[in-house]
């Protein structure tokens, strides 16, 4: 038996005027914006993922400060920091 075709509709966050709690749409925001740190090794495309991962955003109806400050904090992270394997603590 093999698994599903994951298609777009399933990777694409739900529409700000979902249903959905304001903390979900902040951790969606917050989780694509670490993945593309994580994903992009070069500043310039980030910077434009950035970007149109933002427009995008806008375009289903989020608030553009809602979670948007996560872009900002993460850009003062190393991206080498994002990708060490965190310990788990006992």
């Known amino acids: 038996m093999s698994l599903p075709i994951l298609n777009r509709q399933s990777l694409v966050p739900p529409s700000y ?3 959905h709690p304001e903390h979900c749409k902040r951790a969606i925001v917050y989780s694509v914006a670490l993945r593309l740190k994580r994903n992009c090794s070069n500043s310039n495309f980030l910077e434009k ?4 991962y933002k427009q995008y955003l806008v ?7 809602l979670g948007f400050e996560k872009f900002k904090e993460l850009e ?3 991206r080498s920091d994002l990708l060490k394997p965190k310990s788990n603590k006992d």
């Open 76 to 78: 003062q992270i190393p």
């Open 17 to 19: 005027y979902s249903v």
């Open 49 to 52: 993922r950035n970007t149109q």
């Open 59 to 65: 375009s289903q109806g989020y608030i553009s400060n």
